[in-house]
């Protein structure tokens, strides 16, 4: 099942093979694919394609080719981003090297060739055989949002509520799940937890996005735009951690990446209470660590479906520093990026203060690049000191500069969080909640639902009668309205009266949100 998540369609015209392209620009890649051929990843002057004969004859004709590998379609494929001094031999143990850079090698391998990876101080991009996105010299470049007239004050307002005691906290919680690598069951209860924390922060939809079975799904959680709900802003995430000790058992993953999920949390919270004029998603992707697979699932739907996403910011590894200073990455591959970038550093300016340097990456072994390979623009935060106690046992809270932990600087870490928020503010363009509850009189909760777990029928009790509930589905669809009353049940059937299928569904009121399973 495993390589299910790898497969395309093969050419018509004989077996595909896997070749190594040179180029030179952005247009010269352009030209490739106007070969006929399926580019998979980019590099720093190169490019992996896929391509039958006849395309290879046409590339052959004026450019630098190599070919790789026949069949790829069958095959696993990483590229292992090494660190300077490493002995790239010592990856001969976990597959076979087809080509590689100054940055890292290219790995034929298998799934138990990446756990052996994990064991190893790299950082890995699996090459998919899903064609990533080539904007030909006639494509529409993509636009860099123009920032919506939010005022300062509420701007203000928000970045003052992100609270250090709460980062700290939700650090402490994620470590408590003792691993989340991403085909345990403790990443699973940890994806649950980041929903729950998602639908009681306000947002109007929270679900499970799977991507490949036996590994933890995605935490999605929607905050719809008042305004302009087509138009997407993202923060983003990783919420799958590894260690090279015991990954199944330990892997504890402070800075990498509790801190970046905790800062997608502290987001939805300190906005619970406003309104986003474009729609905003928070999300916790799964399973980064084994190469980008829960990103680039859901940025690949996202294509398909031709969401709209004007851009996103993803955290990873914000919370080590003995200087200081983090640093926000954007790319040379969309020149718009920088764009982004230099207005997040004057958010970062005006609201806290955080010192921000910016770098410039051809490619990334973190989630931004699956934002890249479908077309979205996206930057990064990340670290400028890194942790020695990367991708091992010891990701852990320490005392401030310690330098032998995971996180030792939680407040610059907050004052990363409050950079983010005041940029999502002013990109989604935040304001004053259209709604308000009269205090005395506070929105119904969710009191019980049984069977939480269990067959139809399901009768949900409220803490206060409910001025109306409805059953939605994981992926936010409405499928039963249900009406209004302190105790109600729901027999299963969705609106035309048919019987649904088994899985996670959510009853919701205007203040509150549950999760329960149907099961067969």
Known sequence: MLLALFCGLASAAGPSLLVRVDFSSGSDLAAIVADGVDVLARFDGWCIVRADQAGLARLDDCRDCIVLDDYPESRMYVFVSTPPGFDAARLNEFGAALTGDKDGVLLRTTAAGIVGLHRLPVDLYTVSMRPMYVPTPRAAAPRVPKAAPVPDSLVWTLVNRVNQDSLEARLRRMIA?????????????????MLERLAAYGCDSTYPAGFLSGYAPNAVGIRFGKVNPQHIF????????????????????????????????????????????????????????????????????????????????????ISYGRDDTLTVVHTTRYPQTESLARFFLAQADTFTSLQVKDTVIDASTSDEYSFWKYGYLAIRGRYHDKTPNYHSAGDTIGPFHYADCGTNNLPMYTEMVKA????????AG???????????????????????????????????????????????RLVRRLGAGSSLTWDGRDTNGASVAPGVYYVRTAGSSSRFVLAE
């Open 177 to 193: 799940f003792q691993t989340r690598y991403a085909p345990t069951e403790s990443c699973y209860s940890a994806v649950s937890w």
């Open 234 to 317: 993202a923060v983003t995430a990783h919420i799958d951690a590894t260690s090279r000790q015991d990954p199944y058992n330990w892997a504890p993953g402070s800075d990498d990446n509790a801190s970046g999920c905790g800062l997608v949390l502290e987001a939805a919270r300190v906005c619970a209470d406003v309104d986003f004029a474009s729609t905003v998603w928070f999300i916790g992707f799964s399973a980064e660590e084994w190469g980008l697979w829960g990103s680039d699932s859901f940025l690949y739907k996202c294509w398909l479906r031709g969401d709209s996403i004007l851009a996103a910011f993803n955290s990873d590894m």
């Open 420 to 427: 983010v928020v005041a940029t999502i503010a002013k990109w």
């Open 430 to 476: 935040v304001m004053p909640s259209g709604v308000a509850e009269p205090e005395q009189c506070p929105a119904p909760a969710v009191a019980r639902i049984v069977p939480s777990v269990g067959q139809a029928p399901v009768h949900i009790s409220f803490s206060s009668p409910a001025s109306a509930a409805s059953v939605y589905s994981a992926t936010g």
